[in-house]
């Protein structure tokens, strides 16, 4: 059986998707992890809080044995490529690498530079390009809530572009048939075209959280922007950000959303973050149990 790996939301199958939906909700609600043998490996090359601790955290409740690589402590700052320290991992055995780096695409060129070595490969954020499992784990959440995706309509806001989350998150949205998804930030951190009849850019957060149930604001990726000149947080909260104002406007049911690390002041108001509308801890917790449902999914017993 050739292996599984977890690269992006566009390999995925609709039945995947709900399975993943369905185990991450059940784990949620009580239901017993499996128990799986061996380890896993993380090896991060950017930094990150939540999804390193997830994956590490679901690894043991499967009895998973976890190793955890840093850039700064591995041989990666020695000089060894990437794929030479994924190959050197793997060959130790362990089961899955769940890897986080700064290239577009770079996970999947180590799926190739593998080649049929039998580890399963997890992206966990490959510069902009894709983050599947905190697309994955907001959508569980959603799902969770009972939220029906054919009446949902949903704001992103902020820095789209720079942003993996956000291009995970709109094709899994538009997969699971959501009814509209807004888009609202600065004009060069816009996609230029959009394929799905669902998806629109719109040109003021005012226009984008008009009559939506979920607003999702985005961190701006600062550290993908070498050379372009420096943003004025405060000037950046008044025009893109989901003020104390803006979120006075919501309707009551309109939930507000942030895949983390957030920016008090900047993307939104430290007072809209710690509501009890923001979903921005849920989000949290529900990492660990899509991360889980991850493994499960991906690791024969
Ligand atoms: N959302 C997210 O990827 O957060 P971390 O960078 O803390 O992992």
């Not at 999804?51 to 000089?79: P, Q, W, Y």
């Not at 572009?161 to 600065?186: C, D, K």
Request: net charge negative.
């Amino acid at each position: 059986m050739s292996t599984h790996h977890l690269l992006d939301i566009q390999s995925l199958s609709t039945q995947d998707i709900e399975f993943l939906l369905q185990r991450a909700s059940a784990l949620k609600r009580g239901a017993a992890p499996r128990r799986l043998n061996g380890a896993i490996a993380n090896l991060f090359l950017e930094p990150s809080t939540r999804t390193r601790v997830s994956f590490e955290l679901a690894a043991k409740c499967l009895a998973l044995d976890v190793v955890n690589i840093e850039a700064t402590h591995s041989s990666v700052s020695k000089g060894e490529s990437v794929l030479d320290s994924a190959r050197t991992v793997s060959a130790m055995g362990v089961r899955a690498l769940v890897v986080r780096q700064s290239v577009a695409g770079g996970v999947h060129d180590l799926v190739v530079g593998l080649d049929d070595w039998p580890v399963a490969l997890i992206n966990a954020g490959d510069g902009v390009n894709q983050h599947p499992s905190q697309a994955l784990l907001d959508a569980a959440l959603l799902h969770d809530r009972g939220l029906d995706w054919s009446r949902l309509r949903l704001a992103i806001i902020g820095d789209i572009n720079h942003s993996r989350v956000a291009r995970s998150s709109i094709e899994l949205y538009r997969r699971l048939g959501v009814h509209e998804i807004r888009l609202a930030g600065p004009t060069e951190w816009l996609p230029n075209e959009l394929s799905a009849h669902n998806v629109h850019c719109v040109h003021s957060v005012d226009e984008a959280i008009r009559e939506v149930d979920v607003v999702i604001a985005l961190r701006i990726q600062r550290e993908r922007m070498q050379g372009q000149p420096g943003l004025d947080d405060a000037a950046f909260h008044a025009t893109w950000g989901l003020t104390e104002a803006r979120f006075a406007q919501l309707a009551e049911h309109v939930l507000v959303m942030h895949p983390g690390p957030i920016n008090r002041g900047v993307e939104l108001a430290g007072i809209v973050a710690d509501h009890a509308r923001s979903l921005i801890l849920q989000q949290v917790q529900m990492g660990v149990f899509m991360r889980t449902a991850i493994f499960e999914w991906l690791l024969p017993d």
